[in-house]
């Protein structure tokens, strides 16, 4: 994974050691901005105002394509002056731009009282609690779905909405490719996606890789484009509406797919070794909701229908 590890000025001290980490986990790292030179802003102001708003602007101007070409950001969020797990402004700035683009966010200490508390929980970063290891380069999505009826989808929809963060509104557009793995594209409100799952489509825990590009970008016909031109065609087209709620840590979708039906989604990721205690918990939640888990056959059956006579469904 390619990681922007974002902090404090005062921690950079502590970047090579969090660096070196990592990459024995072979994630590959952007160092922070003005690295090289962490009281570079201190020389600056001496020289005048003006000049400072200048190398500031500069500064954060440099924000966006660093977080966007990293699939993540870790905020090493440490001690400074008596603030346990310090973040400044320009780090939350980093942490928002971060959130915009779509990108996992992790924080190395819990979220800390300040001005962007609220703010912060909302973005729902994972927090390490120090333990890099977490960071575990197999990503592991560990997911139960089952179809429900209009009216439950209507039901859940009000209650997530009362009961839980909404994330957000999406609009998606899929397309599956004829490959040996499960490879997509997938356009929706933040832009275009290259994806790939591993495994079987309806397995409980998959490996998932994601390539993401801007909405300011017009990508998504290009990329099919690209995949056409390595000898790949359109297998299945989807399109769906989504809704996504975040139920303390789980990510709930609540899906209408043209064409397919409604579906309600939870989602959690893991590691290798804990996907098996993730899944009950997903479970124990799908009850709590008092909705009954699809068979898998049912799903496949559902899939190869819709398989089979997508262009006239949708």
């Not at 950079?12 to 690295?35: A, D």
Request: aromatic share 12%; glycine share 4%; net charge negative.
């Amino acid at each position: 994974m390619k990681i922007f590890i974002i902090c404090s000025k005062h921690f950079y001290h502590k970047v090579p050691e969090i660096k070196e980490e990592l990459e024995k986990f072979g994630h590959i790292i952007t160092l922070p901005n003005s690295f090289d030179e962490p009281f570079k802003e201190e020389e600056v102001k001496k020289l005048s105002s003006e000049e400072h708003i200048k190398w500031k602007s500069e500064m954060m101007k440099l924000q966006e394509p660093k977080v966007r070409i990293n699939e993540a950001v870790l905020v090493l969020n440490v001690e400074k002056n008596g603030q346990p797990n310090y973040i400044g402004g320009a780090t939350f700035m980093e942490i928002v731009k971060a959130w915009e683009l779509n990108k996992k966010i992790f924080l190395y200490n819990p979220i800390p009282e300040n001005i962007f508390t609220d703010e912060l929980k909302a973005i729902n970063p994972i927090i390490l609690n120090k333990d890099l290891s977490k960071l575990n380069p197999k990503n592991i999505e560990v997911e139960i779905r089952s179809f429900i009826t209009e009216e439950k989808y209507e039901e859940l929809l009000e209650f997530f909405k009362q009961n839980t963060e909404f994330v957000k509104e999406d609009f998606q557009e899929t397309h599956y490719f004829d490959s040996e793995q499960d490879l997509r594209i997938q356009k929706n409100n933040a832009g275009s996606k290259i994806w790939m799952k591993k495994g079987q489509i309806h397995d409980d825990a998959r490996e998932e890789i994601e390539i993401f590009t801007s909405e300011k970008e017009n990508n998504f016909e290009n990329l099919g484009k690209l995949f056409n031109g390595l000898g790949y065609n359109i297998d299945i087209k989807w399109l769906r509406k989504r809704n996504q709620f975040n139920w303390n840590g789980i990510k709930i979708c609540l899906d209408y797919t043209k064409g397919y039906g409604y579906i309600i989604e939870l989602e959690k990721m893991s590691s290798e070794e804990n996907k098996k205690e993730v899944l009950e918990e997903l479970k124990r939640k799908l009850s709590e909701l008092k909705i009954e888990e699809t068979p898998k056959e049912i799903f496949n059956e559902k899939y190869n229908y819709y398989k089979n006579n997508w262009r006239n469904l949708i």
